[in-house]
């Protein structure tokens, strides 16, 4: 791959960027929120919401509900985009295909730890989101149905360290520097006695218990959080587990979502997006067992972390095991039948409003308006409310 010089690189970022504002432009010709919206809108009324969702379906070839289920996914895609394209900045490959920031090299290089081609993933699965949500709105668009547009929203800071796209600082959809993760996902996969469908009140145990509790930065906020190895460490390993645990969501959502589908070719398009987001998160996963073991405590917040060996006592075994980056068999649909290697969970119900709440329990939308909210809600709600035939 050839490598830009700093002036190559403005030039190509310059170009990218005009190309991308027209094509936002043209994709958003039918947008759900329209002029009507001012950025930092408190509210939406509910007259706009159902004229016009009354209106996106006067001409369209698509059921309500399928496009619900489209336009719900494409949100999150551009949600996803939004964020991965911050980590590609501060430390994937910056490129023709995901422009943007110049990289700090002390992050890198913590990713690394993780695994030697970490920038590389980072870079594919940027791009992959921004091809997901393209594809998801131009295919709303070809059926005269409303894509998901969040422009409105853009307007939390970011990172101010040098190495990111200045051009987009005050600009995000995303907030990567107060983050409460859930890791229960790692223990769910290894488990082969339980499955969320079947047994909705159990508690899977959490494979970095301190990252559940305070907000974490998985990205520097400034250059002033590069002045301490540790740190710089424990930023790159909260990021290693921030992947899996957005992708292990996607791995679910699209199966979930199929389920409700109409059209052949929209449930055609939710079961070949979803195995990609499967591909992501095996990948991830893999990477996040490699996070060295430390303790580290923010120089900011004071919050602590601490990143546990999980081969070793008090975990151990095989529901921490590092090297178990295959789904265990489980229960499905009915104890009464053999278990199966599958994604979990898949059950339908609310399950749009459930991945909503799950981002925004993990502080990924912190600092963003009510107007957001509401209108992310109305779109998750009208995804569930999708019923086969309707």
Known sequence: MKTMNSSEKQRSNSHQNEEKTAARRALSRRSFLGKSFAIGAGTLSGGLLLSQRASAFASGTLTPGDAGLLRFPAALEILEADFWIQYNELGGIQDGEVPGGFGINEYTKALAVLDSDMAQYIHDNTDDEITHHQFLNAYLISKGADPANLDAFRTLMGSTATGVNPDLIGKRLTNLTQLTLDTSWWTRYRDDSHNPDLDPSFVFPQAVPSLAVG???????????????????????TAGFHFPTIEQGGNSLYPSLAQRATSVEVLRILISIGPTETMHFQTWSDKAGNAPPLTAV?????????????????????????????????????????????????????????????????????????????YMTQLAQDADAAVRGC
């Open 215 to 237: 907000q974490h930065t998985a990205i520097p906020r400034t250059d002033g959080d590069l002045k301490k190895k540790n740190f710089i460490q424990a930023m790159a390993n």
């Open 298 to 374: 923010d120089p900011v917040t004071g919050v602590s972390v601490t990143f546990p060996d999980l081969n070793s006592p008090p975990f151990g075994g095989e529901e921490f095991q590092t090297n178990l980056i295959m789904p265990e068999p489980c229960p499905f649909l009915s104890r009464s039948l053999p278990g199966c290697s599958i994604i979990r969970p898949t059950k339908t119900d609310g399950v749009a409003m459930g991945a909503l709440k799950f981002l925004t329990d993990m502080g990924l939308f912190i600092g963003q308006s009510s107007a957001f909210f509401a």
